[in-house]
């Protein structure tokens, strides 16, 4: 059972504006505005309110704060003040302590870029910094060091220099449109940047990166899915972490997605305080299933400067998917993902069900697994006595 039903819908009395353009010409750009909200009243809320208001005062000028009417309208604090989508917006005092993660950029993504908006960090693909724009600053993103700063967003004569690295080394596979988020772009300027991508004989996949469909899935329009659909396949990314992110307008957006032929994943971070439990990880990948989205990625929250308040032990993503095995489908399930520091690339890390491979009195060598139930079998590791020479 589905719990934060609660949370799923916006009510009656919320106004969303069904426009994109309007939602970010209306962008909710002072922490002080969420004070006289009516929803949050609550004393907690207040007193976490003020704090971020006073860390706002000396993060600002490196992390904007900003959201859209629509993101604002998803909150909805318990009876404790609690609101998982708030805490992933509201500024905290901690980003200021960099004496635990004090690299901007352990990812080594800057290291790893041959010409300027190009991450090529593995051989198959590249990572294309398209924009620094996103509807909802996000207080855990991993690209605080440029995401948001618009001196630093990528120029238009940059695009060429990024399509001809890209055609000229054949050994790339896939193309990441990420940012910021490579949807705060104009429908014509994704168009074009698409038309050139499939235009590249090498190029057989390309993600779009982007948290649109949780932030504004009214950007979801009938004229973007037209272009989408004109460069079949394609494969987006979303990036849910609760299941309270997930309303009707986001159902609504990813069922046109789906419709365009498009497929959809999710990528989420494990983040504390929002959704580090058994039941708030079962909540979003069943919400998710509903929704038409595959859980794709359980990120680990990197060793970002800024965000370690939101990090919990590393056993704690390997633990939830251990619970959530087995009575859940399959297909729900993400996989639990750790980006090594220093740019070591990705690596699943994900419980163990092989307890030990060893050999019987026949002298035939097996592998003993535990299910996720906790009941052991043994499956014969050689090939069946019939398929040996
Ligand atoms: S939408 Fe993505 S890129 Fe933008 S702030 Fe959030 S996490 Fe960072």
């Known amino acids: 059972m589905v719990r934060a039903v609660k949370h799923l819908f916006p009510t009656k009395a919320d106004e969303i504006?069904?426009?994109?353009?309007?939602?970010?010409?209306?962008?909710i750009r002072e922490t002080s505005s969420l004070l006289e909200h009516p929803r949050l009243q609550h004393a907690r809320i207040q007193q976490r309110l003020r704090l971020a208001l006073e860390a706002d005062r000396s993060l600002a000028r490196s992390f904007r704060f900003a959201l859209t009417p629509y993101y604002l309208s998803l909150i909805n604090p318990d009876e404790n003040g609690h609101c998982p989508v708030l805490e992933q917006i509201l500024p905290a005092p901690d980003e200021l302590d960099a004496s635990i993660y004090a690299d901007p950029d352990p990812l080594a993504e800057e290291r790893h870029m041959?010409?300027?908006?190009?991450?090529?960090?593995?051989?198959?693909?590249?990572?294309w910094y398209t924009s620094h724009h996103c509807a909802v600053y996000c207080r855990f993103c991993l690209r605080k060091r440029k995401v948001s700063h618009a001196d630093s967003a990528p120029r238009k004569s940059e695009q060429s220099a990024i399509l001809e690295y890209i055609a000229s080394h054949t050994e790339i596979k896939e193309v990441i449109l990420s940012g910021g988020d490579p949807l705060t772009l104009t429908d014509a300027q994704i168009g074009v940047m698409l038309a050139e991508l499939k235009n590249i004989q090498h190029i057989i996949s390309i993600r779009i990166h982007t948290r649109m469909p949780v932030t504004l899935p009214m950007r979801i329009t009938d004229e973007l899915?037209?272009?989408?659909?004109?460069?079949?396949?394609?494969?987006?990314?979303?990036?849910?972490n609760h299941a309270a992110e997930v309303g009707p307008q986001a159902f609504d957006s990813v069922r046109r997605l789906r419709m365009a032929g498009v497929l959809v994943l999710n990528q989420s971070v494990l983040l504390r305080n929002v959704n580090d439990t058994v039941q708030d990880q079962e909540d979003l990948i069943l919400t998710l299933l509903r929704a038409g989205i595959k859980p794709y990625y359980l990120h680990r929250c990197d060793e970002v400067r800024g965000v370690a308040h939101f990090r919990v032990p590393i056993e704690t993503g390997r633990n939830i998917l251990r619970e959530l095995r087995g009575r859940n489908p399959g297909i729900a399930l993400p996989r639990y993902m750790i980006d090594l520091p220093g740019g070591g690339g990705k690596v699943p890390y994900e419980p163990d069900y092989l307890q030990e491979i060893g050999t019987d009195a026949e002298g035939h060598s097996y592998y003993r697994f535990q299910n996720a139930f906790n009941t052991e079998y043994r499956v014969r590791a050689d090939r069946p006595h019939s398929d040996v020479d």
């Open 114 to 127: 041959p010409v300027r908006g190009l991450t090529h960090r593995y051989p198959d693909r590249v990572l």
């Open 225 to 240: 899915c037209s272009i989408l659909r004109a460069h079949y396949p394609l494969t987006l990314v979303t990036h849910f």
């Open 17 to 27: 504006h069904a426009d994109w353009q309007w939602q970010l010409r209306h962008q």
